[in-house]
């Protein structure tokens, strides 16, 4: 089955500064890479995806770039912000209707 | 808006009682629901998928008549935990995937808390 890596588990950085996370998947054939936003206790809230025929995907401060070839993907918040503070998981299915294999997440912390 | 909603949000529950989780997909049809547990600081762990009008396909590890799932309409979905223990207190939360034109979109419910004493 699909295994997704993500690093760094654990990512601190200054108000204003780039935050990257990166995600390995195994399966050549998952097509569908979804980002999610999770604050303690709550649901994961989707931030962006990318789809296989795609490269690269911004959406103001977030952007995902995605090699294939690599079988890697990543997310990359530009201008970060307190409020960007939470944990940040990766996923790779077959499909939107598939099984969502998640990374393991990373916990971004933003200081003002 | 196509929307999951769980419920209950929390519950706390004695050994050996039983706990049922209702994830309900407002606005859209879920013929397809799935099941994650979530430990403190860890990441959503697949435990089941559900379909509607069919057994319930668990991942290995989970036991199924322990976690009782039943997906008997389009719209509601079940997670029952039989014979609860302290080891399964633990974040449950649903998720639906919905086609919306050409994207599909998985929606979450709201999660559900669980604390057995």
């Known amino acids: 089955g699909e295994n997704v890596e993500q690093h760094p588990s654990t990512l601190s950085v200054q108000e204003g500064d780039s935050a990257v996370i990166k995600c390995t998947y195994s399966?050549?054939?998952?097509?569908?890479f979804p980002w999610y936003k999770q604050e303690l206790g709550k649901r994961p809230q989707l931030i962006i995806d990318i789809r296989s025929n795609v490269g690269e995907k911004k959406d103001q401060r977030i952007a995902v770039t995605l090699n294939k070839t690599a079988k890697h993907f990543s997310l990359h918040i530009t201008e970060t912000q307190p409020e960007d503070s939470a944990v940040y998981f990766c996923a790779a299915s077959l499909s939107g209707y598939s099984t969502l294999t998640f990374g393991k997440g990373t916990m971004l912390l933003v200081s003002p | 808006g196509a929307v999951v909603s769980q419920h209950p949000s929390r519950v706390i529950c004695k050994s050996g009682t039983s706990v049922k989780i209702e994830c309900r997909s407002l606005d859209f049809q879920a013929t397809t629901m799935f099941w994650y547990r979530q430990f403190p600081k860890q990441s959503l762990m697949l435990m089941a998928t559900s379909n509607e009008g069919s057994k319930a396909t668990y991942e290995q590890g989970v036991e199924k008549d322990k976690f009782l799932i039943n997906h008997a309409s389009l719209t509601l979905s079940t997670l029952t935990v039989t014979s609860a223990h302290p080891e399964d207190s633990s974040f449950y939360i649903c998720s639906a995937p919905n086609r919306a034109g050409a994207t599909t979109e998985a929606f979450f419910g709201q999660g559900t808390r669980l604390t057995v004493v």
């Open positions: 399966d050549s054939a998952s097509n569908y």
